[in-house]
């Protein structure tokens, strides 16, 4: 997480005392709800969702900056992703390859 203030990330230790003070917790935990349901294979369409647009974002940053190698790796996160969804949904790769717009 990002100290505006001082310009830096937030270490370890200070993410997580900001996890109980009620004025950040409010915000946080529905997202660490999100990604702890997503790793047990909950939320696919919207895993799909995030997965679509990461790969437009990347296209989009590729395209304006040059990337070539950046493109292979996301790629191949991606496609790691897909496949342990694919195994938590218990179905083959294929069906999970690709989001449907």
């Known amino acids: ?11 370890f230790r200070e993410f997580c005392e ?13 997202l660490i709800g999100f990604y702890l349901g997503s790793g047990r294979g909950e939320h696919i369409p919207q895993v799909h969702l995030l997965l679509e647009a ?4 990347g296209n989009f940053i590729d395209g304006h900056v040059g990337g070539v190698h950046s493109v292979a790796s996301r790629a191949a ?21 690709k989001p449907q717009r």
């Open 1 to 11: 997480m990002w100290q505006r203030a001082e310009g830096r990330l937030l270490s």
């Open 18 to 30: 900001l996890l109980v003070d009620p004025k950040y917790s409010v915000w946080l935990e529905p």
């Open 54 to 57: 990461l790969e437009d974002l």
């Open 77 to 97: 996160a991606e496609q790691a992703i897909r496949t342990r969804y694919a195994q938590l949904q218990g179905r083959d790769n294929q069906e999970l390859s």
